[in-house]
């Protein structure tokens, strides 16, 4: 039976995700909590049209590839972000209520540049802060994580950091949702369109413990991910195949509302099995 099988959060963008129970669409369409911090360039300023961007630099896996280096905990209900240097055992937590300062400048000496660690609202640093949050299943985490030696779906899950994976269906489901098509699924009183798929960039082909990249991993990638795209798969919504998961849309109507893990998936009001 199609259900939710993980829900995670990224508090702050580029750095680890946090597993969550039940999650609530704020007032953007988007996961409460989800990227609600970010790294930035001191003084850049936000532009916000289509997609996240900034006048400067905006420090993530795409900048950063020593964010293996460092595990981080967020916890919402005091703000407090937690960083722990993995070789060193060194640990800092930051009330990022009145230490946001203080953890800008830990992160500046992490990162070998000035950075200020910036909060905002809903949608806060969403990369497309008009869409919402992305889906994809465990048959696709197992199918990805089968084309490269020593990845284990575990391993996949932090490289493709999702929002929400969706148990008890095939690989790719959630390309079903791609294309003209306006069709979506529902979870509980939530519902999820589909918008458009989600091209990829260089984190997925670094490991999350030791930061080793595999050689043509995108190439590799993209040539296994064009062999298994399902008949249900329209291939105009791809522009390439460095292309996996799902980024959603979800409508006005159902903001405010919850999906909690274990809930039932229904597709046109029906559960899939």
Not at 9 to 30: C, F, H, Q, W
Not at 95 to 123: I, K, M
């Amino acid at each position: 039976m199609a259900h939710i099988e993980n829900l995670w959060v990224y508090p702050v963008k580029g750095l680890d995700r946090m597993a969550v129970d039940s999650i609530t669409i704020n007032e953007a369409g988007t996961f409460r909590t989800d990227r609600e911090y970010a790294m930035l360039e001191p003084g850049a300023d936000n532009v916000i049209e289509d997609r996240f961007d900034s006048v400067g630099k905006t420090f993530n896996g795409k900048e950063i590839d020593r964010t293996h280096e460092v595990k981080s905990a967020f916890d919402p209900s005091s703000h407090e972000l937690t960083l722990i240097v993995r070789e060193r055992g060194e640990r800092v937590t930051f009330d990022l209520r009145t230490e946001r300062d203080a953890a800008s400048d830990w992160l500046s000496e992490f990162v070998g540049e000035p950075v200020e660690l910036r909060h905002r609202d809903p949608p806060s640093f969403i990369d497309r802060p008009k869409l919402g949050p992305s889906v994809i299943s465990t048959g696709t985490l197992e199918e990805v994580a089968s084309w490269f030696d020593n990845m284990t779906v575990e391993g996949a899950r932090i490289r493709l950091r999702p929002n929400v994976e969706i148990g008890g269906v095939p690989p790719f489901w959630e390309d079903r949702f791609l294309g003209d098509d306006p069709s979506g699924f529902e979870v509980g009183g939530t519902r999820f369109e589909g918008a458009e798929a989600c091209a990829r960039c260089v984190v997925p082909s670094r490991d999350p413990a030791t930061g080793e990249t595999i050689e043509d991993f995108e190439q590799q990638f993209a040539a296994h991910r064009e062999e298994t795209l399902p008949d249900w798969a329209p291939r105009e919504a791809f522009e390439h195949f460095f292309t996996v998961m799902l980024i959603t849309k979800i409508p006005s109507e159902t903001y405010g509302t919850t999906v909690s893990a274990g809930d039932e998936v229904t597709v046109q009001g029906t559960v899939e099995t």
